[in-house]
């Protein structure tokens, strides 16, 4: 039986964005993100049950500043204590594993999706997508970019303006444009 577009996009293969199912998927974020966006900081009972219903999985104590934006929100899984600033996106077309004690400062974006590199492949619409994991005790930096297939490691700093394009070991400080290791911990 033949993948739907779906799964070919949750397997790392190339698939297309405008497929009805994904789209309806896309759609019903986007209106939870419109509800989420403008609530109030009083409404955090309603903000965290607007999560539940948009994440794969969430744990305890999470707190995201709005606005806050991903694609699907389904494929986003948290753990507890997790803490997003203002201005975060995730664009969630592959599966975002998110660790406790997470903290994650304004205007970062975590990117599964990518386009080919095949100008002729690119035309055809298709992307591709890569799942990223960010570990637990983390501090990720303002406007920081995290790239396709990263992995950052547990009690990990990444510096605030850094382009993750690789994995970042746990127990480090890391930073810059591409991110490297600053120093062990």
């Keep these: 039986m033949e993948k739907t577009e779906k799964q070919k996009m949750l397997a790392g293969e190339l ?20 509800i989420y966006n403008s609530t109030t900081a009083e409404q955090q009972q309603q903000r965290q049950q607007i999560l539940q219903d948009l994440f794969g999985e969430i744990g305890e104590k999470i707190k995201i500043v709005p606005p806050f934006h991903c694609d699907y929100g389904s494929n986003i899984y948290a753990g507890n204590n997790l803490y997003i600033n203002y201005g975060c996106v995730i664009l969630d077309c592959h599966n975002v594993y998110i660790g406790e004690n997470v903290l994650i400062a304004p205007y970062v974006q975590i990117y599964t999706a990518y386009h080919p590199t095949d100008p002729e492949t690119r035309l055809t619409g298709r992307e591709l997508a890569a799942p990223i994991k960010i570990g637990n ?36 400080i890391a930073a810059g444009n591409p991110c490297h290791i600053i120093r062990h911990l």
């Design 137 to 172: 005790n983390v501090w990720i930096g303002g406007g920081v970019i995290i790239c396709p297939g990263v992995t950052i490691g547990d009690n990990t700093t990444i510096g605030a303006g850094s382009v993750v394009i690789k994995d970042i070991p746990a127990n480090v």
């Design 15 to 34: 698939y297309l964005s405008e497929d009805p199912e994904l789209v309806a998927e896309s759609q019903r974020a986007s209106h939870l993100l419109q």
